[in-house]
């Protein structure tokens, strides 16, 4: 079964992140899903378009070890800022285009440099079947 197209408002999961998140997507291709803007794999902006997920747990976050160090080395918790300098990775073939790039699909995850990886929880519109 092919997997749904994600667009704006689809809830977002980092494996370090303490909460789920939101995609944002700018209305910028004006291709729509649902009424809403579809996303490409080029969505991958952080804060513009991924936005924090509370707090970040990963060792490898620069704010999380100096936290870290200054609490003589108790593991603490920082406020996530998502790092993300690539493309979502997409997770099936890429065969509809949105303006020219990829369409994103609910199958697709995206990288951040603090060694978190991001996946689509719920793809921010589902399609029903009418028998």
């Known amino acids: 079964m092919p997997s749904p197209h994600v667009c704006s408002g689809a809830t977002l999961q980092c494996s370090f992140g303490a909460a789920p998140s939101v995609l944002n997507v700018l209305p910028t291709h004006r291709a729509m899903v649902g009424g809403v803007p579809a996303a490409t794999i080029m969505d991958s902006i952080p804060v513009a378009n991924v936005s924090p997920f509370g ?5 490898a976050n620069p704010t999380v070890i100096a ?3 200054a ?10 800022m998502p790092a993300t300098p690539a493309p979502w ?16 699909d609910a199958q697709a995850t995206l990288v951040c440099m603090w060694a978190g990886v991001i996946k689509v929880v ?3 519109q ?3 079947l009418v028998p």
Not at 90 to 102: E, F, I, R
């Open 122 to 124: 719920q793809p921010g």
């Open 67 to 69: 936290a870290t160090a």
């Open 89 to 104: 990775i997409p997770g099936g073939a890429p065969t509809v285009l949105v303006g020219s790039m990829p369409a994103l």
């Open 71 to 80: 609490a003589l080395g108790v593991f603490t918790p920082m406020p996530c």
């Open 126 to 128: 589902v399609t029903t």
């Open 55 to 59: 707090m970040c747990q990963s060792a």
